[in-house]
């Protein structure tokens, strides 16, 4: 299975990695580099509410519902995936960056056309996202194109970053920690699994349950406060082994750098080393900041505002938090420690021994713990995130037929249960696979509506310097 996941991935994530990559350059210049010149604007707005806007959330809360399915187990296992000596090596980390630059740009387009395309009920109820953009900005004969990207959308959720990922994430870190301690086991269907993974993967399926049944409300209020704070302790955790590990900081750097244009190859000759760097890094940092996928402008589209270019913005500040701040801050530990190196390790094992190495006067149990609740936040606000972007795709291919949509929802419960007992490298595969068949139609739709896109962010900016808006 995993040789069959891989041939079909090796088709499909070449030919995304290139589309995804010339979306944001060419958003970029459509846009005047509007992630260079207009960051600091978009920092500021994510804490600032426009008046009388009508949508369902605010621009924070909707930034936190993004935020809580793009910061997952991609910061924390998919860069050590990435930065690992079998995979793209440090180099993976800068191609990283380069991605994250690009993806501002595309984000912010997604954001942009998501508030300017959706639709609100009667009732106040916001619908938008890529399959409207599609319909209603390239027009009825489109309609098609919105359905398969509906369609893939809610495999994502389903059996991609939504659940066998996230899960499969969190049993391994808590197996990791509490299995030396709980060391029994069972069997199920032939195989033999700790009871540490059978536990946490019903306690995280019920606690999911709990959250994704209260709907976007709900889950909006639990990112509102689990986003913010995990984060912080994540930040604040890895700046800590910075500083008590200054001096591997520049030759880490120096490592990344020479990993990127082959000057240190990994493996093979110069040319094959630079493009698994790439590859790795540019399919990673699209796993975990999802530009391009056309899942961040499904929440963008309930922000309460008027503008999109200022919803844009603030979607915009996403990518940036998620890969330019955390995804880094993860990879240097990993290359800082020489953990990326060790063949022996695999998937969070790889960053929960940098954490340990980093803080080595400290017993190892707690690094350890400090990575595990991370990531148990990091994944679980993922979960949640993911079953909202789900649950939408849902409403859009069934005619808002809620019956339907309850149906997804104990699916997607029941996914999140059996992530635990599937490999790793099967995960990420089919996480790759479908991350791919979903990014296209979103693609498209970018390119074909990039003349509304340019105008639109003309014509805010403009109105801003004449004063006729606020700031």
């Known amino acids: ?136 900005g390239l027009g009825k004969k489109w309609k098609w194109l919105g359905k398969i990207f509906a369609f893939f959308g809610a495999c994502v959720g389903l059996m991609g970053i939504g659940t066998f990922s996230q899960v499969n994430g969190i049993s391994g870190a808590a197996e990791g920690f509490f299995a030396p301690y709980f060391p029994a086991t069972v069997t199920l269907l032939g195989m033999e699994y700790s009871v540490v993974t059978i536990i946490t993967g019903v306690l995280v399926a019920v606690a999911t349950g709990l959250v994704v049944i209260g709907g976007l409300q709900r889950i909006s209020s639990v990112s509102q406060v689990v986003v913010p704070f995990m984060a912080i302790l994540y930040v604040v955790t890895v700046i800590a082994l910075f500083v008590t590990n200054f001096d591997k900081l520049p030759g880490a750097l120096a490592e990344i750098v020479q990993g990127a244009f082959g000057i240190k190859p990994i493996s093979g000759g110069i040319l094959a080393s630079v493009i698994m760097s790439m590859r790795n890094g540019v399919a990673r940092g699209i796993f975990s900041n999802e530009a391009g996928l056309g899942s961040a402008p499904i929440a963008s589209a309930a922000a309460k505002t008027k503008e999109p270019v200022r919803q844009g913005l603030i979607s915009m500040t996403g990518t940036f938090i998620d890969t330019i701040v955390i995804c880094t801050m993860t ?37 350890a713990f400090i990575l595990m609740i991370c990531l148990v936040f990091f994944a679980f606000t993922t979960i949640i995130g993911w079953n909202y972007y789900g649950e939408r795709c849902v409403e859009y291919l069934s005619g808002k037929n809620k019956a339907v949509v309850m ?58 310097k004449a004063g006729e808006i606020k700031d």
């Open 407 to 464: 149906v997804y929802r104990i699916l997607y419960i029941l996914a999140v249960f059996i992530g635990p007992y599937m490999t790793v490298s099967a995960v990420w595969t089919i996480a790759d696979i479908f991350n791919s068949l979903m990014a296209l139609p979103n693609l498209v739709a970018l390119f074909g509506l990039s003349g509304v896109i340019a105008s639109e962010t003309k014509s805010y900016f403009t109105r801003l």
């Open 331 to 367: 990879g240097l530990s990993i290359v800082m420690m020489g953990s990326w190196a060790d063949e022996n390790l695999e998937g969070v094992a790889v960053t929960t021994d940098a954490f340990q190495k980093g803080f080595h006067f400290l017993p190892k149990e707690i690094p």
């Open 1 to 136: 299975m995993d040789a069959f996941l891989n041939s079909i991935s090796s088709v499909i994530s070449i030919p995304l990695i290139v589309f995804i990559l010339a979306a944001g350059i060419y958003l970029s210049c459509r846009t005047g580099f509007v992630q260079v010149f207009h960051l600091p604007r978009a920092l500021r707005y994510m804490f600032k509410d426009e008046d009388g806007a009508s949508g369902e959330v605010s621009g924070f809360a909707s930034l936190c519902t993004a935020l809580s399915s793009t910061i997952g187990t991609g910061n924390i296992v998919g860069v050590a995936t990435a930065v690992g000596i079998l995979a793209g090596g440090p180099g993976a980390l800068f191609w990283m960056w380069v991605a994250a630059f690009f993806g501002m740009a595309t984000k912010y387009a997604e954001g942009l056309l998501a508030v300017k395309y959706r639709t609100i009920d009667e009732d106040g109820h916001v619908l938008g996202g890529p399959f409207y953009y599609i319909e209603n």
